[in-house]
């Protein structure tokens, strides 16, 4: 009787496994992004949001057309203007700080794509993301200072000054372009600031990741308390410390680590 049951269920496990491998596939799975021969740009962008897809340095070939027309459509904005949208519901019932503990409720924006727009740039010279970044064309477009605004991170910014937050600009362009940075915010309209954090020599070879993560962590020692941080890449929202809110702009033309 012991016998027969322990064969039993020797031969349904062997059932089982044999019916496991059979439903297992051996290929990956579909991710979605691709469909015959073609990337679907849709999923793509996906996945680039939510940082599904890592360490890519060009857009598909194949999505060039569908990242002109979401860039210059009404869609980027509409997406901006959400996440700005988002991010003023949450500031407006941020309780600020008095008395010994005030002047330090802050909040981080990080600068390209989400105080200032490079579209200029990749219309042009950057091809939409399509060509491996520049380093060399792309310093000589910050060094004209020429960036606009991106309106709803505009709009966004001079709602929360007036709550009492203290605005941080935390950016990946180095000390040494910190004129121009300057400039530029100014001349787009971002005119005060409580500091403007630039990558110095000690930050050379550091992720963004790593690099802004350093800086929140000093800032929180510093005694400030990061209620939101805006950026449209995750590099500059991810890890300890996190600010208590983050906010992600819409980028699909490039990916920084
Ligand atoms: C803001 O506070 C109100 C009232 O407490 C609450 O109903 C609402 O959900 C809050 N909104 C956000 C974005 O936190
Ligand atoms: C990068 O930009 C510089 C300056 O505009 C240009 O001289 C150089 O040819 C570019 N490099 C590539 C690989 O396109």
Not at 76 to 98: F, K, L, R, T
Not at 184 to 213: C, H, P, Q, V
Request: aromatic fraction near 12%; hydrophobic fraction near 35%; include cysteine.
């Amino acid at each position: 009787m012991f016998f027969t049951l322990s064969l039993i269920s020797v031969l349904a496990a062997a059932a089982h496994s044999q019916s496991l491998r059979g439903i297992v596939p051996k290929v990956p799975y579909p991710k979605n992004i691709l469909e015959g021969d073609t990337v679907n740009c849709e999923s793509w962008k996906f996945a680039v949001e939510t940082n599904n897809i890592r360490s890519w340095t060009t857009i598909p070939t194949s999505c060039l057309k569908y990242v002109q027309d979401y860039m210059n459509g009404p869609r980027y904005a509409a997406d901006c203007n959400a996440v700005a949208g988002y991010a003023i519901e949450y500031a407006q019932n941020v309780s600020i700080s008095h008395g010994s503990r005030a002047g330090k409720d802050a909040w981080i924006f990080d600068v390209d794509e989400t105080l200032l727009s490079n579209l200029p740039y990749y219309k042009t010279v950057g091809g939409y993301g399509s060509k491996v970044f520049n380093e060399t064309s792309f310093n000589e477009w910050v060094a004209k200072a020429a960036a606009p605004a991106i309106p709803s991170s505009l709009k966004f910014y001079r709602q929360l000054l007036p709550l009492g937050f203290r605005v941080i600009f935390m950016t990946g362009r180095s000390e040494d372009q910190r004129s121009s940075t300057e400039k530029n915010l100014k001349a787009a309209g971002f005119g005060f600031w409580e500091m403007l954090i630039l990558r110095g020599s000690d930050d050379e070879g550091k992720t963004a990741e790593l690099y802004k993560s350093e800086r929140r962590a000093w800032l929180e020692s510093s005694g400030y308390k990061i209620h939101g941080n805006s950026g449209d890449q995750w590099s500059d929202l991810a890890c300890t410390p996190l600010a208590t809110r983050s906010f992600k702009l819409p980028n699909p033309m490039y990916y920084v680590a």
